[in-house]
């Protein structure tokens, strides 16, 4: 099932177009999108999850195709280029915001949720570098156009979300 952020803040999302699902996991978020009639890419940095993903999509007939890349390298780049829909739950690496921002088409919406530090103590994650600052997520999307945003206690998580939009160049 996919994140309830997501799924709560649809009608941000356009109905065509180009999606990025970002750490993509076992891709509930990339079927989701997909089912949702958008082209979708998925990246994951482990191989047989990628594997998985692709071989799901194909058994039941979604667009979606999944890639390996390790998103914490130095110069991550997104292919295709621009994505009318980017999204990421329950993963933080800071430094891949810029990319974020522009693999993102002129309107294009960016939904995004990760943990607060807050998390730490109700167990995993605890690593402060995957814990975002309270009001940090807001920053990070910055020069983006804030539609949505929440931050607490959420299904039993202490998260930070936004649904901003990437403005006309």
């Not at 958008?38 to 191989?47: E, F, G, K, N, Q």
């Not at 999944?66 to 998103?71: G, H, K």
């Not at 780049?77 to 430094?95: G, T």
């Amino acid at each position: 099932m996919a994140s309830s952020w997501l799924v709560d803040n649809e009608r941000f999302l356009p109905r065509v177009g180009d999606a990025l699902d970002v750490a993509c996991g076992r891709g509930r978020h990339a079927f989701w999108l997909a089912q949702r009639g958008l082209r979708t890419y998925a990246i994951d940095r482990d191989p047989d999850v990628v594997r998985e993903v692709n071989e799901t999509a194909s058994r039941r007939v979604l667009p979606v195709i999944a890639s390996v890349l390790d998103l914490e390298t130095d110069a991550v780049r997104f292919a295709p280029p621009e994505y009318d829909v980017i999204v990421v739950v329950h993963y933080l690496h800071r430094p891949l915001f810029p990319a974020l921002i522009e693999a993102l088409r002129p309107g294009g919406v960016l939904v995004y949720e990760t943990f607060t530090r807050a998390q730490a103590s109700r167990g995993h994650p605890k690593n402060p570098a995957f814990l975002l600052e309270p009001g940090e997520l807001v920053t990070l999307v910055d020069p983006l156009e804030i539609l949505a945003s929440r931050e607490g206690d959420y299904e039993g998580r202490m998260v930070s979300g936004v649904i901003a939009r990437r403005g006309a160049l």
